[in-house]
């Protein structure tokens, strides 16, 4: 998992806290209960917190319950579900919206992150680059075929139907805003596609154009001829 305080790759080792509530009995020495527990990050050292749900397996030597791993459901509630993650002013407010959503929701629901995420990335795709097609998965395809475009971030975008399995989930790839089971790391994965695309469509060229300014400012002051622009 993604630490939600540095961010960082982590195997996080979750202690189980000890007060359950059973949400319901299924046996004698078992039922379905919820509680929470929590871990501290190897590489920031700063405390994890999960809201749990799962079975419940009675410990006869404590006479008391304890929640058998994997859990059914398994949540952060704290750190909270704000992101830190934010956009330039360079990036379209139509296309920040939705990423500043997808971005406040990630912790809370990759599933509804995901699909805020993927939205934004054919409203983009529609947008600001005219490529519309019958699915999202044939839009990337004839946006990887732009000629226009450094080899990583076509492979990034590229990545978004593999690491989404589209084949599984076609739901993704014809109905973007859907929300359905995602696949580990996706909802992050995506959030990172879009901010390497806005980076090179509307950061990179703004600030291109900034340093031209300068130095055809420079030049002049030099008697010198200006640069010439070739961004469209």
Not at 157 to 175: E, M, Q, S, W
Request: aromatic content about 8%; overall charge negative.
């Amino acid at each position: 998992m993604n630490c939600p305080h540095c961010k960082k790759d982590i195997h996080l080792v979750k202690t189980e806290n000890c007060c359950h509530e059973i949400k319901s009995q299924v046996g004698y020495n078992s039922g379905v209960g919820c509680g929470t527990a929590s871990g501290v990050c190897p590489a920031c050292n700063k405390l994890i917190v999960f809201y749990v749900e799962g079975r419940l397996m009675l410990d006869d030597e404590f006479c008391d319950y304890y929640m058998q791993e994997p859990y059914d459901t398994e949540q952060i509630i704290y750190p909270d579900n704000v992101s830190n993650v934010t956009l330039p002013d360079e990036v379209p407010p139509e296309y920040k919206k939705d990423f500043d959503e997808a971005a406040k929701v990630l912790l809370l629901s990759p599933k509804a992150s995901a699909a805020l995420s993927r939205r934004c990335l054919q409203n983009f795709l529609h947008n600001h680059l005219k490529i519309k097609k019958r699915s999202l998965a044939s839009e990337i395809e004839e946006f990887i075929c732009l000629n226009n475009i450094p080899s990583y971030i076509a492979e990034a975008v590229d990545a978004v139907r593999n690491i989404g399995n589209f084949a599984a989930h076609p739901l993704k790839d014809t109905n973007t805003g859907e929300i359905v089971d995602v696949e580990s790391g996706e909802a992050e994965w995506l959030l990172e596609v879009l901010q390497t695309l806005f980076d090179f469509y509307f950061v990179l060229p703004k600030l291109h154009m900034e340093r031209i300014e300068k130095l055809n400012s420079k030049l002049k002051s030099l008697g010198k001829p200006e640069m010439k622009s070739t961004s469209k």
